[in-house]
Nanobody
Framework: QVQLVESGGGLVQAGGSLRLSCAASGSIFSINNMGWYRQAPGKQRELVAVVTSSGSTDYAESVKGRFTISRDNAKKTVYLQMNSLKPEDTAIYYC???????????????WGQGTQVAVSS
């Protein structure tokens, strides 16, 4: 079994900051990409940021310069530091990880349960 457990969501005023964390646990041989997605009411889930196993990052245009993704490979944890939050950042944020469970296993994608981020104007 593999689990991704997110934490750090909440309610914040516009201009404020939040830090999300997502820890992977269970039968894990290696983790490739780790990322954050979000889904606002009535909208499709969208990629927010992704970090590779070597630390390369990529961001959605809407969050560049405001959000920073990072990971701690020893802790199997990915973080999303969100600064200068805007009301349009309000969404459920999901953690995603591409995980290999054994040395000869294929890579599979796993999702966390989601954490709510609400930004008031």
């Amino acid at each position: 079994q593999v689990q991704l457990v997110e934490s750090g969501g909440g309610l914040v005023q516009a201009g404020g900051s939040l830090r999300l964390s997502c820890a992977a646990s269970g039968s894990i041989f290696s983790i490739n990409n780790m990322g954050w997605y979000r889904q606002a009411p009535g909208k499709q889930r969208e990629l927010v940021a992704v970090v590779t196993s070597s630390g390369s990052t990529d961001y959605a245009e809407s969050v560049k310069g405001r959000f920073t993704i990072s990971r701690d490979n020893a802790k199997k944890t990915v973080y999303l530091q969100m600064n200068s939050l805007k009301p349009e950042d309000t969404a459920i944020y999901y953690c995603n990880a591409d995980i290999r469970r054994g040395w000869n296993s294929r890579v599979e994608g796993y999702w966390g349960q989601g954490t709510q981020v609400a930004v008031s104007s």
